[in-house]
Every structure is written in C-alpha cells, then in structure tokens.
C-alpha cells in the first residue's frame, strides 16, 4: 500500500497559480489511480480531479475545467495538480488519494492535505 504526502499550498491572489505536488511511497504507485480532492469549511468533500493509471485518462470536476490539469510521473511516484487562474471559491484543504484499480474505484488511501487560500 502506498502512503502519500501533499505539499505546494499556499496564499494566493485572484487569478494567480499554485502547483500542488503528491509524492508516494511504496513500491505499486501505478497499479493506483490518483485523485485530487478538496474540503472547503462547512462543505462536504468533493472530486477535484482524477487520473488513470498511466496517466492517459484524466477526469475534472465543473468547476475547475480549463483552469486546473493532473499529471502524474510514475517514475517519481508523484502526482501534481497544476492550478492556474485561481478564485476564492478555490479556497479549501486538497487531499490527493490513491484508488487501487480504475478512476472510479473506491480512494481509500488519503494524505494529511494541504491548505490552498486564495484571496479575493
């Protein structure tokens, strides 16, 4: 099983950047399909973005379409979420998780998370 560890949060403006990173240990990284997730304050959690196994699938929710792409690298058993043109709305902690099998297999390996504010 693999085990993961987010960084790259941070304050931001409206409109800026931020580049999360979520770096796995373990010797199966991709045999997982990854996913981005994020829990604002007082809102249940939700799917940000996910991505297959080897990387040629990638899912994203509404909201985020055009703004946000996953990666992944296999080799550095990492997974990335690029996030550009940020809005306030954005404003949550972002977990990535591991699901072992398909997208749309149950994420049941999580990391601590990582805070992402972005101010308005």
């Known amino acids: 099983q693999v085990q993961l560890v987010e960084s790259g949060g941070g304050l931001v403006q409206t409109g800026g950047s931020l580049r999360l990173s979520c770096a796995a240990s373990g010797r199966t990284f991709s045999s997982y399909a990854m996913g981005w997730f994020r829990q604002a304050p007082g809102k249940e959690r939700e799917s940000v973005a996910r991505i297959s196994r080897s990387g040629l699938t990638t899912y994203y929710a509404d909201s985020v379409k055009g703004r946000f792409t996953i990666s992944r690298d296999n080799a550095k058993k990492t997974v990335y979420l690029q996030m550009n043109s940020l809005k306030p709305e954005d404003t949550a902690v972002y977990y990535c998780?591991?699901?072992?099998?398909?997208?749309?297999?149950?994420?049941?390996?999580w990391g601590q998370g990582t805070q992402v504010t972005v101010s308005s």
């Open positions: 998780a591991a699901a072992p099998g398909g997208v749309d297999a149950d994420y049941n390996v």
